[in-house]
């Protein structure tokens, strides 16, 4: 074991490469705030977008069940013999976990508010014929048979679980063309306008016999503390997944649109919900995604996930802050003018040439993208190795680092904290960016193995078979290495949709992954072999 860490020392030190480069400048006395208007549009006609638009970032989603929930007051007079019962939270948590804003300001209290909806037909359905029971099958007892048992609630529980079966098959076969929400959350289906499925449901959406698309309808969402609350509006789907689940997701269905600048570049702008319907677009978690300027329509197919609005951008050597009002009608851009620090991939071994570091930093008040103008899949090469950021603590959502002939991708080791009770917590922010004392990460340290499975208090009898899981962690700043590739040793090509939309083919490199060796407590190899990053 100490063999094969030593050796991926080693491996590590003589890939890494060094190269000073200098560092742009970060500031512009040319640059300046300004704020630009923002058109509210379909969420689901934004060309440039891509062929999806926005919609596919999702919504929050809720399952659908034959029982009916208490908590409503009254149910209209349905003409389904099976109609379907749900409740849906388009706001509370997800919205204090964002309220914190960009300024790092503590999450507002958000109520969490339910929705109670249910689904009928608006024809009446042919009776299903009763197929004859068979004799001494078992679990073929009435209700009132499982009654007189010793099992009997069991029995009901497992009745009311096949009536859960077939009334999602019949999501799946029978057309539930009438939706009742509860759109002023006053417990009372009955005082809302019906929602019927639309006639011309929006591209890029699910389609097929088990999927019903809505009409949109409008919700008041609460904004939390005192800020009151928001009409959105939001587009419901319906989608069965087989015999035995059916859910409603509600997207939401407006985005804002405008034209912005920064510095010299000229951008699309597009401003959308992040998945959950909280009712303002002014978080820091919020999707901004821009487009550049003569791009054309549909080019962007896949989100980075990196494309927020508290992330700031570097353009011509100027980083700039984005902030949007509360509506979303206003974006504005200003210069970052706070302080800086240095941040930089600077190898031990000094023979070595080459590096760079590109990635994400997230933190309390903003997230950073460097080392590349946007982000995506395939990753840009990384070859800036120092980079002048913001004075600030950052948890790494993703860095790639060029060191000589090899990759390095790094992030948060979520696994270093933990709870009393054993559970992952959220770890300190690992990246300390300081004015005027650079961070460096030289590689200098030897990887550590942290071995995550099996539990250490689970013990294993003879003959059983165990998972065994480890990671390999950058000591220095704790990092884990989420994969090494050797960039001189082309093993083969990789099939993949690039960012255009259009199919590409990859280099695939050689995957430096880790030999682990087992023995047991008298120092006998038990098992060896690769362990394969990821």
Known sequence: MRKKLRLIGVLLLLAVPIA?????????????????????VSAFDIKEAGPYGVAMMGGPSAFCTPTPNPEVKAYPK??????????????????????GGRQGEPPAPVAMARYHFALDESQDEAPVPEK????????????????????????????STLRGIASSEA?????????????????????????????DPPKGLPTGPNVKVFDTLAVQVALGGDAGTAKVRILPVLQAYGPSAAYMRFMEATARKGKIRLGSQEYTAILSSSGAVVGRLDYQHTRLQLIPAGQEPGARLMSTGLEMLGAMRNV???????????SGDELRVAPYRGEYGIFEVAPANKEVKQSGVLG???????????????????????????????????????LQARVGKVDVSLRQNYYSAQTPEGRAKPPAPSIQIRKD??????????????FIGPPADKSVRTGDTVLVRALLIEP?????????EDRSRKVGELRTMGPDGNPMTLPRFATLDPDIVITDSAGKEVAKGKMPFG
């Not at 948590?93 to 309220?99: D, F, I, T, W």
């Not at 759109?183 to 019906?194: F, H, I, M, S, W």
């Not at 004392?437 to 942290?450: H, I, S």
């Not at 220095?476 to 090494?484: A, F, R, S």
């Open 132 to 159: 004859p029971k068979e004799p001494g099958a078992p679990g073929e007892s009435t209700e009132k048979e499982a009654s007189k048992s010793k099992s009997s609630e069991t029995a009901k529980r497992i009745a």
């Open 360 to 398: 994400v930093l997230m933190g309390k008040e903003r997230s950073v993208m460097f080392g590349a103008p946007a982000i995506t899949y395939p990753y840009p090469e990384p070859k800036v190795a120092q980079h002048k950021l913001p004075v600030g603590d950052y948890s790494p959502m993703m």
């Open 78 to 99: 349905f003409k389904s013999k099976r109609p379907m019962y749900g409740t849906a939270v388009l706001d509370g948590g997800r919205a204090a976990v964002l309220a």
């Open 437 to 450: 004392k650079p961070l460096v990460l030289d590689f200098a340290q030897r990887p550590k193995v942290v």
């Open 476 to 484: 220095t700043l704790d990092l884990i290495i989420g994969g090494l």
């Open 316 to 326: 011509d050597g100027v980083l700039y802050e984005l902030s949007a009002t509360p």
């Open 171 to 199: 999501a799946s076969q029978t057309k539930y063309d009438l939706l009742y929400f509860d759109a002023n959350a006053d417990g009372d289906l009955t005082n809302d306008p019906v929602v019927h499925v639309t006639k």
């Open 20 to 40: 000073w480069a200098a560092v742009q400048a970060a500031e512009d006395t040319a640059a300046k705030d300004a704020v630009f208007k923002m058109e509210e």
